[in-house]
């Protein structure tokens, strides 16, 4: 059974920077997608980041030129760095892997940006 471990999340102050990790573990292939969301208290779940299987990355406006998505294949894991935080960007993290068959979650690590 797949199960999707996220690690990283934690407090820190306003410009400082994270790196959050997403491992699978269980087998798992024919991934198409992989990627990061978010939810702030109060508001729906976010997109922040996609990277899919060419190597091609998306990211929402608030994050581009923050924040960095990349994948190590072999490991079937997904990390997300986050420089230059904000308060905004508050939240639970959420890792996502797409296959063709399926998709699935993470159980969510806390972002926490404040002074």
């Known amino acids: 059974q797949v199960q999707l471990v996220e690690s990283g999340g934690g407090l820190v102050q306003p410009g400082g920077s994270l790196r959050l990790s997403c491992a699978a573990s269980g087998s798992i292939s024919r991934i198409t997608a992989m990627g990061w969301y978010r939810q702030a208290p109060g508001k729906q779940r976010e997109l922040v980041a996609t990277i899919i299987s060419d190597g091609f990355t998306n990211y929402v406006d608030s994050v581009k030129g923050r924040f960095t998505i990349s994948r190590d294949n072999a490991k079937n894991s997904v990390y997300l760095q986050m420089n230059s935080l904000k308060p905004e960007d508050t939240a639970v993290y959420y890792c996502?892997?797409?296959?063709?068959?399926?998709?699935?979650w993470g159980h969510g690590t806390q972002v926490t940006v404040s002074s």
């Open positions: 996502k892997i797409t296959t063709m068959r399926r998709e699935y």
